[in-house]
């Protein structure tokens, strides 16, 4: 599997999110984005956002699962600096929610972006430029794009697992 560490962590999570919160009848209607154009300009989201133009502000909130926060620490194999998780997030309300909820497995992103001095990467920009509330989950990654990029090798899946099992407490605690 190509791309194991850039978009593994994303899929697996947005498969157990959505897993957990069919068990539980959460009281909120959620929706489950899977986008493609993230390298055309997020062409995907964009176009969702034009079709659905009250939904970027009416959502409580959105959770990104970007690229790259399953990327394991490739420094024994000659890479020069280890990956990065940095979490993004719309407001200091929802980044304080998440944190909290992260600190249930003991991991936690290695960066918060300021709130409101730097736009926000990936598809939350999308979200950001529409006034809605986000929290987002993106990775540095030397692997970036690279054949090499593959599974097992490139994958820390317990850090990943981690991480999911935290994003699974923040959908619930947001749709209740």
């Avoid at 990936?122 to 593959?150: C, K, M, V, W």
């Avoid at 994003?167 to 947001?174: D, F, G, H, K």
Wanted: net charge neutral; proline share 6%; with cysteine.
């Amino acid at each position: 599997m190509h791309c194991a560490s850039e978009r593994g962590g994303g899929i697996a999570g947005f498969l157990e999110i959505m897993r957990k919160l069919c068990s539980i009848s959460p009281r909120r209607n959620i929706i489950f984005l899977a986008n493609s154009g993230h390298e055309l300009g997020n062409i995907g989201i964009e176009h969702y956002i034009i079709s659905n133009p009250t939904l970027v502000k009416d959502a409580i909130a959105w959770i990104h699962l970007g690229a790259n926060f399953a990327a394991a620490n490739l420094t024994q194999f000659g890479l020069k600096t280890p990956p990065l998780v940095v979490s993004q997030a719309s407001d200091m309300q929802i980044q304080e929610l998440a944190l909290k909820c992260m600190s249930n497995e003991g991991v936690k992103p290695d960066l918060s972006m300021p709130i409101g001095e730097i736009p926000p990467r990936s598809e939350a920009q999308n979200i950001h430029d529409g006034g809605g509330r986000y929290f987002s989950l993106i990775g540095t990654n030397n692997l970036f794009h690279h054949p090499e990029d593959r599974w097992p090798k490139a994958v820390d899946i317990n850090k990943t697992t981690k991480f999911i099992r935290d994003l699974i407490s923040l959908a619930i605690e947001l749709t209740n």
